[in-house]
């Protein structure tokens, strides 16, 4: 499928989609979320793909929805055709998603980051929930997983006043897992995905699942998870290969059977 709003390559198993309304500082319009879950779609259907890095340009990771988008809708609108639902294609991704944030991540743009496993942020990265300074609020997600990332107060006093935090702060804050240069941000980001994608994908898909299922359950519950999707591991012929692998001195070579 040819896209308007993204470009789609893959580099080995990596899948690499770029947010590309480079006069819109990537905001994110209706067109732009349906190719974008289109092409996590198709990502997820090839085998052939281990891990996936969402990116957009050097000034813009996005800078929001598209607020012109959004302008005229009134609330009836707003609820039964309920725009948002699409954009939680990103969220129920089953392989993993590296997002490579360079420059502005705001609103909607800071959510779809948040959905993301792994959040790479370049130095020229500003995260915010700018959404009040609208008259209105985070609606894809931010004003919950901003809030399980750093906290209660920090969020609050993002999502309240619609201040931005600049790379250094969302690392030292736990929103983002480290900061590299933005030449290298590309760089980096293909590597750790380069770096998962060589991975057995059922460890990497069910660890994928159990960490987030931190975020939904119980202690107790989210233990008793992981032991299932562990002992489940043994019935792979990945683990007989990567332990194999080990006592025998050699790297390991993954069949994901
Ligand atoms: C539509 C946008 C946009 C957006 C930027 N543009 N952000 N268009 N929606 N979210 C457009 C501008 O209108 C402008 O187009 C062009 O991109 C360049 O932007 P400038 O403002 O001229 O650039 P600059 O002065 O460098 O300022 C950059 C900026 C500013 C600080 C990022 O653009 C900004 O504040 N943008 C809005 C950020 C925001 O409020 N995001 C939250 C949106 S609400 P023209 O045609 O004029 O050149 C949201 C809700 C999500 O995300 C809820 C879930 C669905």
């Known amino acids: 499928m040819a896209y ?5 390559e893959t580099n080995g198993r ?11 500082l990537n905001a994110l319009n209706a067109a732009l979320i349906g190719e974008l879950g289109h092409a996590l779609d198709a990502f997820e259907a090839d085998a052939g793909i281990g891990a996936i890095v969402l990116t957009g340009s050097e000034r813009a990771f996005a800078a929001g929805a598209d607020i012109k988008e959004m302008q005229p809708l009134l609330f009836p609108a ?10 939680e294609r990103l969220s129920r991704c089953r392989k993993p998603v590296i997002a490579a944030v360079a420059g502005y ?7 779809i980051a948040m959905m993301c496993d792994i959040i790479l942020a370049a130095d020229n990265a500003r995260f915010g929930q ?3 300074q609208l008259g209105i609020m985070p609606g894809a997600g931010g004003s ?3 809030t399980r990332a750093i906290g209660k107060a920090k969020a609050m006093e993002m999502c309240l006043t619609g201040r931005t935090l600049t790379a250094e702060e969302a690392d030292r804050y736990g929103l983002v897992s480290r900061v590299v240069p933005l030449a290298e941000l590309r760089d980096e980001a293909m590597k750790v995905a380069g770096t998962i994608a060589d991975l057995s994908l059922a460890s990497v898909m069910m660890t994928k699942e159990s960490v987030n ?24 012929a990945d683990q007989k290969e990567g332990m ?6 050699r790297g390991p070579s993954f069949t994901n059977a």
């Not at 609820?79 to 954009?87: H, K, L, P, R, V």
């Not at 194999?244 to 001195?249: I, L, Y």
């Open 4 to 8: 308007d709003n993204i470009l789609v």
């Open 14 to 24: 990596v899948g690499v989609i770029t947010l590309n309304r480079p006069k819109a």
């Open 78 to 87: 707003t609820y039964t055709e309920d725009f948002i639902t699409s954009w």
């Open 105 to 111: 991540a705001l609103g909607g743009g800071c959510e």
């Open 130 to 132: 700018p959404e009040i």
């Open 144 to 146: 919950q997983r901003l």
């Open 213 to 236: 299922r931190a975020f939904e359950t119980t202690l107790a519950e989210g233990i008793r998870f992981e032991r299932r999707l562990f002992q489940a591991l043994f019935a792979t």
């Open 244 to 249: 194999s692998a080990f006592t025998e001195k």
